[in-house]
């Protein structure tokens, strides 16, 4: 089965009655409608039913969207390191009241009053599907998450917002005809995979909850796509170094720490070995790969997930490009055993057939990534010190 027929699966969603009760899953089939499809009825969520019409030669898109006019994005865990940048290229593309940021923390007064910003915890499917019908959401960037290092900690909340989650998302898209990006990570790879270097497809034993569930999406995500034509799109983010975003607690962090700690303080302490090697992303590259992937158009995607990545180096590669610009910087070692055995079972260099598809080209290597973050930061700190 490929793909839906808009006007058909918008007939069926108004028409049939949503059924709520978590205890009657169950299909039906319904009679197939005058515009000659073959009709079929999945229960994409237990609580109702979605008929799904299926003609041979129907595209990907997505079935709500068209392409004349610009999507109307909400993006989930909209304020962790990369929503607030992602909103603010979109808004540029799309206009500003056509990206929706949404969390469930509090915005600061920067991010709030720059353009629409919505509560939305996405555990909460009722509140989820109001949103997106209120709003008319066409396009859902889920970036909703708790990453590598966070995850381990607490592993039950990791599976409740990785995992469970990701069911209302999926269902979501699927039931209103979204075009959904869910991003993925070198952390869906484990100590099995190839490491350098890694394919798109190759084996995935990740050993992390993160991992676990972001294979589970990558998986679901392909499975909708297949079986209910869901438009789903899906990239495999290295670790992303950005200068106005804190990351939220994952195992590259340290690669963004290095340069506020060499411009603030002079010193950094490492908590990976020196020799540590894993793919890495400046964040303009990451959100601009995202949009790229999001506007393909669905004939160029032979996968719907896919690695990318930008460079790769070792934390004592990355120290030594920062001490060409400050050479007084010290680094030390102390590692955390916890991101070290994640570290030391994520890819180093995965290849990428994005390059193929969609013609990804990354822009910044190490020497610019480091001159951008140091520039920015260090007049940051500049304008700081001065007020
Ligand atoms: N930053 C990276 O290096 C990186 C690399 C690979 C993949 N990714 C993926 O990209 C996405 C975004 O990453 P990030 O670095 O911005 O993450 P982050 O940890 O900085 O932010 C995640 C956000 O999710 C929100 N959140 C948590 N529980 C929620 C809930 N129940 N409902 C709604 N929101 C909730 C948090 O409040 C937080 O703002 C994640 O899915 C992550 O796995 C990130
Ligand atoms: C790589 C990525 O998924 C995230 N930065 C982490 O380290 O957990």
Not at 32 to 45: D, E, K, L, S
Not at 267 to 285: A, G, Q, V
């Amino acid at each position: 089965m490929r793909d839906l027929n808009p006007e058909c699966y918008l007939f069926r969603q108004v028409k049939m009655p949503v059924l709520r009760s978590l205890s009657r899953v169950a299909q039906q089939v319904l009679q197939a409608p005058a515009c000659g499809c073959q009709p079929i009825t999945v229960a994409v969520r237990n609580i109702s039913f979605s008929p799904r019409q299926v003609t041979s030669d129907a595209s990907f898109h997505s079935v709500s969207f068209s392409e004349t006019d610009h999507p109307k994005v909400l993006i989930t865990g909209g304020l962790g390191q990369l929503g607030v940048g992602l909103a603010k290229l979109l808004r540029r593309r799309f206009g500003n009241n056509n990206v929706i940021l949404s969390d469930i923390r509090k915005p600061p007064s920067h991010v709030f009053h720059s353009g629409p910003f919505i509560y939305s915890d996405i555990l909460d499917y009722k509140n989820l599907r109001e949103i997106v019908v209120n709003n008319r959401i066409t396009w859902l960037v889920h970036y909703s998450a708790l990453l590598s290092a966070v995850g381990e900690a607490n592993v039950a909340l990791a599976r409740a917002v990785n995992i469970t989650g990701l069911h209302n998302i999926l269902d979501i898209a699927a039931e209103h005809g979204l075009r959904l990006f869910v991003p993925s990570t070198i952390g869906a790879f484990g100590p099995t995979s190839p490491r350098n270097p890694t394919p798109d497809l190759c084996v995935q034993r990740p050993r992390t909850i993160y991992g676990v569930s972001k294979v589970h999406a990558e998986l679901m995500g392909e499975y909708y796509h297949h079986r209910y034509g869901l438009d789903f799109r899906c990239l495999r983010y290295p670790g992303i170094i950005s200068a106005d975003s804190q990351p939220g607690g994952g195992t590259t962090d340290y690669a963004v720490q290095i340069f506020h700690d060499a411009v603030k303080t002079g010193k950094f302490e490492c908590n990976l070995r020196s020799d540590t090697r894993l793919p890495m992303m400046y964040i303009e590259d990451c959100l601009r790969a995202t949009l790229e992937v999001m506007e393909a158009p669905a004939d160029t995607l032979s996968m719907r997930t896919y690695n990318i990545n930008a460079m790769s180096f070792t934390p004592a590669e990355l120290a030594g490009e920062v001490q060409r610009q400050l050479p007084d910087l010290q680094v030390t070692y102390s590692l955390d055993q916890v991101r070290q055995d994640i570290a030391d079972s994520w890819p180093m260099n995965p290849t990428m057939r994005t390059r193929r598809d969609w013609g990804w080209k990354h822009e910044y290597d190490l020497p610019e990534l480091v001159q951008t973050m140091l520039a920015f930061i260090g007049s940051e700190a500049r304008v700081a010190q001065a007020s």
